[in-house]
């Protein structure tokens, strides 16, 4: 079945930076998008940005351009989010998502989702 | 970017009532939009894509309509593991999701 995995939990100190993996399973890796999606404690949802392995090309949330990097790994079909220039305000659990429409261009539905990555930021 | 609107935050019923989320988008999605459960600690899951198609394994309960900017998600006779946090979600301009909807036992 299709699957994703996620790293461990992290605590970092404001000012750092944060690396999340995501390993899939059960598909062929290049054929859809990962989104990732945070959630702050007792808070919504919030859409990070998506990235298609098949090319690498990316779409990020305007408000976290240039403090976010997603990337791929197509031959260990794990996907990642990177965090720069972390502040509290940055402490969530983040999830990876796959679309659930092969071969598109842009972002669709999130069909599996990832356990989520608690990241906490603290001094 | 296009604000949805979900209502009520909380919505208290008995398990075999019917539930009735509402969507309001800020401006027209089209169909672009989704349905997504969240139960405490556990991962988003779909349940409805393009406004009215339940995905897979989803319950025949749980039905959907809408396009535009107006979506309801209906949950016809609520079971214990329906009580959970449900939110919209469009794709029509970027990505945004709603603030979810409370689904909680009376």
């Known amino acids: 079945q299709v699957q994703l995995v996620q790293s461990g939990p992290e605590v970092k100190k404001p000012g750092a930076s944060v690396k999340v993996s995501c390993k899939a399973s059960?598909?062929?890796?290049?054929?859809?998008?990962i989104n990732w999606v945070r959630q702050a404690p007792g808070q919504g949802l919030e859409w990070m940005g998506w990235i298609r392995p098949y090319n690498g090309n990316t779409n990020y949330a305007q408000k976290l351009q240039g403090r976010v990097t997603m990337t791929t790994d197509t031959s260990t079909s794990t996907a990642y989010m990177e965090l720069s220039s972390l502040t509290p305000d940055d402490t969530a659990v983040y999830y990876c998502?796959?679309?659930?429409?092969?071969?598109?261009?842009?972002?669709?539905?999130?069909?599996?989702w990832g356990q989520g990555t608690l990241v906490t930021v603290s001094s | 970017e296009i604000v949805l609107t979900q209502s009520p935050a909380t919505l208290s019923l008995s398990p075999g009532e019917r539930a009735t989320l509402s969507c309001r988008a800020s401006q027209s999605v089209s169909t672009y939009l989704a349905w997504y459960q969240q139960k405490p600690g556990q991962a988003p899951r779909l349940l409805i894509y393009?406004?009215?198609n339940r995905a897979t394994g989803i319950p025949a309960r749980f039905s959907a309509s809408g396009s535009g900017t107006d979506f309801t998600l209906t949950i016809s006779s609520l079971e214990p593991e329906d009580f959970a946090v449900y939110y919209c979600q469009q794709r029509s301009n970027w990505v945004t999701f709603g603030g979810g909807t409370t689904v909680e036992i009376k």
């Open positions: 059960g598909y062929i890796f290049i054929n859809n998008g």
């Open positions: 998502a796959r679309d659930r429409v092969a071969y598109s261009s842009s972002s669709g539905w999130f069909d599996p």
């Open positions: 393009d406004a009215s």
